[in-house]
């Protein structure tokens, strides 16, 4: 994973699976942003092809760092799969969706 930031914001790019064997890694990856001083993450969920229950908590987790921070996260793009879940579990409001930030990238590899 490589990071390119601003002082405040950074959007992370996910892509593969987001499950219980990828999640502790986009986890401390995530942490360690909000951490870093990137308060404000916009998430590109666009190359993500499936999301379990580790996968949700790492980004409610992540959702409610950055708020406690002074910042948010948002994301960008979700796949239909992934839109389903969120809309079936209600989480608009704590990882709403976001317009694409012209903004650095932090890449990383869910899979």
């Known amino acids: ?3 390119v930031s601003d002082p405040l914001s950074a959007t992370v790019v996910l892509d593969g699976e987001i499950d219980i064997a990828t999640a502790p890694a986009i986890r401390r990856f995530l942490m360690a942003a909000i951490s870093g001083g990137n308060v404000h993450l916009a998430v590109d969920m666009s ?3 499936f999301i379990d229950a580790s996968g949700i908590g790492v980004l409610v ?3 409610n760092r950055a708020r406690e921070a ?8 979700p ?3 992934v839109q389903r879940l969120l809309d079936l579990l209600h989480l608009d409001a704590i990882l709403p969706a976001a317009q ?3 903004g ?5 590899s869910a899979a």
């Open 79 to 81: 796949s239909r799969q």
């Open 104 to 108: 650095p990238v932090v890449a990383g």
């Open 47 to 49: 190359g993500v092809t």
């Open 61 to 63: 987790a992540a959702a």
């Open 70 to 77: 002074g910042g948010s996260l948002s994301l960008l793009a």
């Open 1 to 3: 994973m490589t990071a």
């Open 100 to 102: 694409r930030p012209a």
